[in-house]
């Protein structure tokens, strides 16, 4: 006779332990709810991003202007929603690339070891060990300002964080039954690296790849303040608040609102993260209680 | 132990030669003609004297003939001149680390002790209301930016309230030693203060409560309440003088930022301090400063690692060090 349960897979479990969590309702819906936003939020007005009105400089919230009108009475509603595109797609794709790059080169490092293991671990502390802001501030000026110079910026100095996790997942379980039964099947290196370890590393890249999407919206928008990074005519939730700061005794809300959204932004990745790292290791959710 | 320092000791100047060296170059590939602005400031300037001026200052030479140069003009304690502001790197440099060590000293003072004090509240108290509180509003803090932070402040104290000024450091038109120079200053300070340390405070509570917690749950602290210690003792004395190691080790590894500054802050409030005087000379391709403000951060950083690692051997005896 049949057995009327199935044996419940990984992904189910951690699908249920996600429902679970209120947090994670609440990061998962705030995150959801921004890129609705910033997707869909220009279209329903009719103005355009860099449409100026000298007449309606710095004006307060209206009907015709929800979130008012910048110091070139620009509509800053466009301008948020525009700017949110932008740095969220930095987050997410930083995020996205670093766990892939910085994945593969743990596991690289994890299984083949060696060598290999020692040269690619010395990249990572050396990255470690130059203080962050000055890489930040001396890459960014020398690539100059742009989407993707930022992007690879970020991604080449965030791919480390990723790489020491899928390193250790990669080491506590490179010796055991199931990587051998691979490779007695006769399974390539790459195979085993690729079907086999990577799956197995997944939750704390899963995790990793959460809140390196935050830190990157943080550096983004951070550089952007400073005047590098995305540089105008492109907006950004960061070089909105550039010029608004210079204002900040006429309009203070212009000041108030793009911050808000990069709070939104971080916030929802850092809740998503923790989510996400209870539902897929509850070990370790009971180890930091 | 004197060997592993000794050896630590010995890895530091590859470690500092490879930091300098990246910067250097990255430094020297960046667009920009470092004599443009002296090119600006005299504008009958020739052709030929601009040549003999690029030779002058060797900017003609490979960068790793630069690099050397530098270098040993760095040993000699001679960093070279400011092109921007036409006077010795360090006379410019000294001013910005006194505004800054001003600032982040009160602001660790400050925020690390309050953090220490609330992290213990929050590990005796567990899962109390004032526990949840604080630990919802580190985490909602967290995910607050700085520079942001430090503009609704600003909307809040200075443009509603008009309690303190936006930036600087104090007002030009008084005299120093009076009362109202003081006080002016001590006004300027106090927003940057609170911005940093509301960021230490996010970092170091967190860490104290669960270094807490963990030391709570050993058996030697049964045995302390068993002996009929009062609860005072139990924490006070046996509880956080363990549950303490790591929180040093935390607050000697982040020291760094207390001679480096903050560039966001201290760009936000106009705080001629170091970690502006970073961005400004990177931006002005200002070399000779950058560099040597760069090496003061990376000499401060691996310093303070050492350090860290030696404190918590010597307050740890379970941890030995091999020379």
């Known amino acids: 006779m049949e057995t009327a349960e199935r044996q419940e897979g990984y992904w189910s479990i951690v699908w249920r332990r996600f429902k679970r969590h209120r947090v994670a309702y609440v990061g998962f819906f705030f995150f959801v709810f921004l890129l609705l936003l910033v997707i869909l939020g220009p279209h329903v007005v009719s ?35 525009l700017g949110g595109r932008v740095s969220l797609a930095v987050g997410l794709l930083v995020g996205f690339s670093t766990v892939i790059l910085g994945g593969l080169i743990g596991i690289l490092a994890g299984y083949v070891g ?10 990572v502390d050396l990255i470690y060990t130059i203080p962050r802001i000055v890489l930040l501030l001396v ?13 690879i910026i970020l991604v080449a100095l965030e791919w480390t964080n990723a790489a020491r996790l899928a390193r250790s997942a990669v080491l506590s379980f490179r010796e055991q039954e199931f990587v051998l039964a691979a490779q007695c099947l006769g399974a390539s290196q ?3 690296m690729l079907r ?11 995790v990793a790849a959460t809140l390196d999407a935050g830190a990157a919206i943080r550096a983004e928008t951070t550089l952007s303040f400073l005047g590098l990074g995305i540089q105008p005519p492109m907006p950004s939730w960061g070089n909105l608040l550039t010029h608004a700061a210079t204002n900040i005794f006429i309009a203070p809300l212009q000041v108030f609102l793009p911050g808000l959204f990069i709070f939104f932004a971080l916030m929802s990745f850092n809740l998503l993260g923790d989510a996400l790292r209870d539902a897929l290791d509850p070990r370790l959710a009971q180890a930091r209680r | 132990m004197l060997l592993y320092v000794a050896r630590r000791l010995l890895q530091i100047v590859p470690l500092l030669l490879f930091i300098s060296g990246v910067i250097f170059l990255l430094l020297h590939l960046m667009p920009g003609d470092p004599l443009y602005r002296m090119l600006q400031d005299i504008p009958h300037l020739r052709a030929e004297d601009y ?29 070279g001149y400011s092109r921007e502001y036409g006077q010795p790197a360090l006379d410019i440099i000294w001013p910005a680390l006194k505004n800054t060590l001003v600032l982040t000293l009160m602001a660790v003072a400050i925020g690390k002790s309050l953090a220490i004090l609330l992290g213990i509240f929050s590990a005796i108290r567990q899962y109390s209301v004032g526990d949840y509180l604080l630990t919802g509003l580190t985490f909602i803090a967290y995910s607050v930016p700085a520079f942001w932070l430090g503009l609704m402040m600003m909307i809040v104290f200075s443009v509603k309230l008009g309690w303190l000024p ?14 109202e120079y003081v006080m002016d200053w001590v006004k300027h300070l106090i927003l940057p203060v609170a911005v940093l340390a509301i960021s230490e405070i996010i970092q170091v509570q967190r860490f104290m409560r669960s270094s807490l917690l963990e030391v709570l749950r050993q058996d030697y602290l049964t045995t302390a309440r068993a002996k009929g210690l009062s609860e ?26 207390v001679v480096g500054g903050s560039t966001v802050v201290e760009t936000v409030f106009a705080y001629p301090g170091m970690g502006r005087l970073l961005y400004t000379s990177i931006m002005g391709n200002d070399y000779v400063v950058a560099m040597t403000v760069v090496m003061i951060i990376a000499v401060t950083v691996v310093f303070f690692n050492l350090l860290a690692d030696i404190i918590y051997g010597w307050l740890d005896p379970r941890i030995r060090y091999q020379g």
């Open chain 2, 51 to 79: 040549e003999r001026l690029r030779r002058l200052y060797g900017f003609d030479d490979p960068v790793y003939i630069q690099y050397g140069k530098w270098l040993w003009q760095l040993i000699q304690l001679n960093p």
């Open chain 1, 47 to 81: 103005y355009q991003l860099d449409q100026v009105s000298l007449g309606e400089r710095m004006h307060a919230p209206s009907t015709a202007h929800w979130f008012g009108t910048d110091e070139l009475g620009r509509d800053t509603w466009v301008r948020i929603m």
């Open chain 1, 190 to 192: 790459g195979r085993v």
């Open chain 1, 196 to 206: 086999h370890l990577l799956p197995n590393s997944l939750a704390p890249l899963i």
């Open chain 1, 114 to 123: 060696g060598a290999v293991d020692n040269a690619l671990m010395r990249v």
């Open chain 1, 139 to 151: 890459l960014s000026k020398l690539a100059g300002p742009g989407l993707l110079n930022i992007i």
């Open chain 2, 232 to 257: 005072q003792a139990v924490i006070g004395k046996h509880a956080l003088k363990n549950a303490l190691i790591p929180v040093v080790t935390i607050i000697a590894v982040t020291m760094p930022r």
């Open chain 2, 166 to 179: 936006t930036s600087g450091i104090v007002n030009a038109d008084l005299t120093p030693g009076t009362w």
